[in-house]
């Protein structure tokens, strides 16, 4: 089960997104504006952020930017419904895991969804290899040196 934020000036389609996402099983925060959203990422672990393009103040884009500050990893899918080429080739670039178009289909969350967590499952499952074969590395001139302390006391 992951933390879904989802962030929309439009309580509405909020509601919607929270309804849905919740029915696949996950747990859902809501944000209607990009300060929100910046607030509660900073207060809880969220696994993937789903935000409007275009809100008032501050754009999903702007909150992109700011989240992958704080966080550069972070799963983040912009949904708009004032979808161009460029602005989803710039977002892309920019680093956001995806880009839907309003009203999103819902299957179409679901498969990029779906496609973002395991993404957020296999980086989690390599760090972990990562740290188990340092802890190795690191553990391997030890048992040389026990061995080699071994080997002495037994010739005493």
């Given at each position: 089960?992951?933390?879904?934020?989802?962030?929309?000036?439009?309580?509405?389609?909020?509601?919607?997104?929270?309804?849905?996402?919740?029915?696949?099983?996950?747990?859902?925060?809501?944000?209607?504006?990009?300060?929100?959203?910046?607030?509660?990422?900073?207060?809880?672990?969220?696994?993937?952020?789903?935000s409007?393009?275009?809100?008032?103040?501050?754009?999903?884009?702007?909150?992109?930017?700011?989240?992958?500050?704080?966080?550069?990893?972070?799963?983040?899918?912009?949904?708009?419904?004032?979808?161009?080429i460029?602005?989803?080739?710039?977002?892309?670039?920019?680093?956001a895991?995806?880009?839907?178009?309003?009203?999103?289909?819902?299957?179409?969350?679901?498969?990029?969804?779906?496609?973002?967590?395991?993404?957020?499952?296999?980086?989690?499952?390599?760090?972990?290899?990562?740290?188990?074969?340092?802890a190795?590395?690191?553990?391997?001139?030890?048992?040389?040196?026990a061995?080699?302390?071994?080997?002495?006391?037994?010739?005493?």
């Amino acid at each position: 089960m992951a933390q879904v934020l989802v962030i929309d000036d439009d309580a509405t389609y909020r509601s919607i997104l929270r309804e849905f996402i919740e029915k696949a099983g996950h747990s859902v925060i809501e944000a209607e504006n990009a300060d929100d959203g910046v607030s509660i990422f900073l207060k809880e672990k969220i696994d993937l952020v789903i935000s409007d393009l275009m809100m008032p103040v501050k754009s999903g884009m702007d909150l992109l930017h700011e989240l992958q500050r704080i966080d550069p990893k972070v799963l983040f899918i912009l949904v708009t419904g004032y979808p161009t080429i460029d602005t989803a080739t710039e977002s892309i670039k920019a680093g956001a895991y995806d880009f839907l178009v309003k009203p999103v289909e819902m299957n179409q969350l679901t498969a990029v969804m779906k496609r973002a967590l395991k993404t957020l499952e296999l980086k989690s499952n390599l760090t972990t290899i990562r740290g188990v074969n340092v802890a190795l590395l690191l553990s391997v001139p030890l048992w040389i040196f026990a061995g080699y302390m071994v080997k002495v006391l037994l010739m005493d």
